[in-house]
């Protein structure tokens, strides 16, 4: 599925030969900027998920071999959801961490990013799920993510023009 | 592959239709004991990778969001091999763990490890490597890791038999 506001285009993209999913997403930032507000908890608690849910850091320890949990609501419907997952890798071009949705504990997904620099202050941004299951990557697609990515990313956006990133 | 030795079969197998390799062994031995040879590491230096090599762990932190870096050799090559990752998970009855090989820094695999406890003193265990391409689980596939996998569970075994463990 491709979406584009006015701020940018979104491509969220099932691979089909296997379970992963693959988004690309064009910035106005340097590589550096994208690090910052992937790897900073208080960046990242302001731009990440839909526009409805407030986010709040348990723990978060952003280097190679750290480890991060966050817990996002409650929302209109009362409920919290939680996340939790380990820092692989944690570089200046690059981050690989594992993410799992505390509803469902036996799911892992594994999230390789980069940046590609395309010069005068854009970035594009690539990331990569890997899922432990058809099924898992089927249920991600499924529960609405398009809409926190796309949230997300442009409220991302918001903070970038107004160079608070 | 299929391979038996005096104290058990392990069967490794890729898994067609998502890069991955499965690997089933049995052990007489307790899930708790398993779950002790993977996360303790002075018991698991003891007994992982071939017979030919020696390991030293450079840090590791068993626990959900720890993480870990082990070195291989210097082997009859001279040469050494460094391995890290983090622990996703760390429960009685799982584990999940990130590992890439340092040698290839941008390639990584998501392990999860299970325990089917058999009864009479005796586990099945399963491990489920999903890697990142189908390159980088061939190119495992390739590496000799039989070799490595094999001589480790019989080292285990014999841990386990002398009451190490």
């Known amino acids: 599925m491709t979406s584009t506001t006015s ?30 507000a992937h790897t900073d908890p208080e960046l990242f ?19 190679t071999g750290g480890s991060w949990r966050y817990v ?10 939680a996340f939790h997952g380990c820092f692989h890798e944690v570089r200046e071009d690059r981050l690989v961490q594992t993410f799992t949705y505390e509803g469902y504990p036996d799911s892992v997904a594994l999230e390789s ?11 594009r941004m690539h990331v990569h799920s890997l899922f432990d299951s058809y099924e898992s990557r089927d249920g991600m697609l499924r529960s609405g993510m398009d809409v926190g990515v796309n949230d997300g990313y442009a409220k991302l956006d918001r903070l970038l023009a107004e160079g608070s990133v």
Request: glycine content about 10%; overall charge negative; proline content about 6%.
């Open 45 to 63: 608690v302001q731009w990440v998920g839909p526009n409805s849910t407030t986010m709040t850091v348990d723990y978060w320890d952003a280097r």
């Open 113 to 123: 990013m980069w940046f590609e620099d395309l010069g005068q202050g854009r970035t």
């Open 7 to 36: 701020t940018g285009t979104t491509t969220i993209e099932a691979v089909e030969d296997m379970p992963s999913i693959r988004i690309v997403r064009d910035f106005a930032a340097t590589p550096a900027q994208l690090v910052r």
């Open 72 to 81: 996002d609501g409650p929302g209109a419907d009362g409920e919290e959801y």
